[in-house]
Every structure is written in structure tokens, then in C-alpha cells.
Nanobody, 114 residues
Framework: QVQLVESGGGLVQPGGSLRLSCAASGTIFRFYAMGWYRQAPGKQRELVARISNNGDTIYADSVKGRFTISKDSAKNTVYLQMNSLKPEDTAVYYC????????WGQGTLVTVSS
């Protein structure tokens, strides 16, 4: 069964940057669209960025122009470059395929605070 492992989160000041990584145990990225999701305390999980199997990307309005999703299929890894971070970006970030999800990973916590 494919496992997803997110990493790269941490504490950053407003305006700072982080790069998240999502490594999959299997070669799934060439077959499925993938997304980065986030869940803030007390809120539902939301999709913030997605990348199709041919590389097309779509972003939530709240992160458009600040976040960039990319993938390296040879490394079975999806990335999320996050710039100009805001306190409202604080959340646990997860990756998963679009549609029927795979088992969720543990996520990686991003905290934006001064």
C-alpha cells in the first residue's frame, strides 16, 4: 500500500518561506493528480494546490501567487514552495491524490508567527 510522508514544516515569521515535501512509497505521481491540503485548528481540511499528472496546476485563491506546487516523478516526491507566509497559513499540511484519497500521512505542521 502506498504511504505518504510529509516533511519540511516548522515555525516561520510572517513573510517568510518554507518548502514542504511529500514522498510516496510507490510510483503514483505519473498516474494521479496530487494535491496539498491543510487543516487549521478547528477547521475542515481544505485543498490549497493541485497538480495534474501532466503538470497543470491550480491554486486556492487564498494562496495564489504565493504558493507553488511541483513534482519530481523520478523521486516520487511532490513539493509545495510557500512564500510570503501569513499567520492564517498556520495549519497541518498534507498531500494526497485527488479523488478517492490514499491513507493520509501524519502531515507536517506549519506555524507562522512572530
Amino acid at each position: 500500500q502506498v504511504q505518504l510522508v510529509e516533511s519540511g514544516g516548522g515555525l516561520v515569521q510572517p513573510g517568510g518561506s518554507l518548502r514542504l515535501s511529500c514522498a510516496a512509497s510507490g510510483t503514483i505521481f505519473r498516474f494521479y493528480a496530487m494535491g496539498w491540503y491543510r487543516q487549521a485548528p478547528g477547521k475542515q481540511r481544505e485543498l490549497v494546490a493541485r497538480i495534474s499528472n501532466n503538470g497543470d496546476t491550480i491554486y486556492a485563491d487564498s494562496v495564489k501567487g504565493r504558493f507553488t506546487i511541483s513534482k519530481d516523478s523520478a523521486k516520487n516526491t511532490v513539493y509545495l514552495q510557500m512564500n510570503s507566509l501569513k499567520p492564517e497559513d498556520t495549519a497541518v499540511y498534507y498531500c494526497n491524490k485527488l479523488g478517492t484519497p490514499l491513507p493520509w500521512g501524519q502531515g507536517t505542521l506549519v506555524t507562522v508567527s512572530s
